[in-house]
């Protein structure tokens, strides 16, 4: 293996008999190998967003010349108007310029962005479905279908970066618990007893009421708390394979303590962790949507579906805002609990040994 450019080293790794036996066992169980296919479908269209649902064209021409407003800003005097702020492209007059001159436009699929305001409902906001706005608006006049999308794709981009970010620190505190044992074990578990008695939310709206609650900032101060999900099942899994014969024969024969960790007994702990980041990807989008629906997690206006589940809520005349959020929200965390069950089968050593041949 030395020698050999990551790359390789990592298709060599994916491919061995025991991945190879995971993947079956994962495929079998056909309820979450098709969630798997319908979350990560999903979640692709969600991160093109701003195709899909856009208050701006996602191509025009005009004179001849092609135009890309969805990726680009152009003045409104581009396209003989007056001003040299961007283009309206939802004002009549811009749309008469462009069709005045022999041009077109191509709008996206929704021609709402998440905080496009519609002032063309016929009622007083929130309005109902209608061809217009398939979901209806909430209580801003914004398409519930547009921040139902943007919504998704926050949600999940936060709860894979705070799965991902808690997991690192809470895999390498159980190593190094687990590892070295005695005074550094005890150190921790009484310093992570104490840690996880902290009154979460207390500090979180305490927190909120003194700084403005940013994406960045609300990630960093989740990942504080979080990060001990992890530390329990790693730490068990370094007590128990610190004294196999293996680990000892790396001892004798000289090579470090990190190196030890890291390519032996570490690849051993991540089965654990891998079984588990599913069900926490799970809690952690589950988080966000409640401090969305409490008012104190993503800054005002932000497309969240715990905010409009809070709008529902607040405007029970309007069902088709709870409802909205509540069946997304529903569907994703059914689907992210259905993958977690097929890869907790896959690593289960009863079911992947019985796949030898």
């Known amino acids: ?9 990592f298709l060599f790794w994916k491919m061995t008999p025991l991945n190879e036996r995971r993947w079956t066992v994962f495929k079998r169980n056909r309820r979450g190998y098709w969630s798997l296919w319908v979350f990560g479908v999903l979640f692709g269209l969600s991160l093109f967003a701003e195709l899909i649902a856009n208050e701006r064209p996602l191509v025009l021409q005009y004179n001849g010349g092609i135009y890309v407003p969805v990726l680009r800003d152009y003045p409104e005097t581009e396209f003989g108007g007056f001003f040299e702020t961007p283009a309206d492209y939802r004002d009549p007059f811009v749309q008469n310029l462009i069709k005045d001159s022999g041009g077109w436009i191509v709008w996206p699929l929704i021609p709402y962005s998440e905080n496009t305001i519609n002032r063309k409902i016929p009622v007083p906001a929130p309005a109902p479905p209608s061809w217009d706005n398939p979901l209806g608006t909430d209580d ?35 190593a190094i618990q687990g590892y070295f044992g005695g005074k550094i074990d005890l150190a921790g578990q009484r310093f992570i007893e104490v840690w996880s008695g902290l009154p979460e939310l207390f500090l979180l709206i305490i927190l909120a009421s ?81 401090l969305d629906f409490l008012g104190f997690g993503l800054p005002p206006g932000s497309a969240s579906l715990g905010e409009l589940l809070k709008q529902g809520k607040n405007n029970l005349q309007a069902p088709w805002l709870g409802i909205s959020a509540f069946l997304v929200l529903a569907f994703m965390l059914s689907l992210l609990i259905f993958i977690g069950e097929a890869v907790r089968d896959a690593f289960d050593p009863r079911k992947t040994m019985g796949e030898r041949k």
Do not use: C
């Open 1 to 9: 293996m030395t020698g050999q450019p990551a790359a390789r080293r």
């Open 140 to 174: 801003q006049a914004r398409d519930v279908a547009a921040r139902v999308i943007y919504g998704f794709r926050i949600s999940v981009l936060f709860g894979l970066l705070l799965t991902i970010a808690s997991s690192i620190i809470g895999v390498w505190a159980g």
């Open 210 to 290: 003194i700084v403005t609650p940013s994406f960045w900032w609300l990630l960093g101060i989740m990942v504080l708390f979080r990060w001990t999900s992890l530390v329990d099942v790693v730490r068990a899994e370094f007590l128990r394979a610190r004294n196999f014969d293996y680990v000892r024969a790396a001892r004798a024969l000289g090579l470090g303590n990190g190196r030890i960790m890291v390519k032996h007994v570490l690849p051993n702990a991540m089965v654990a962790t891998l079984t588990f980041m599913p069900f926490i990807l799970n809690g952690s989008i589950t988080t966000l949507t409640a």
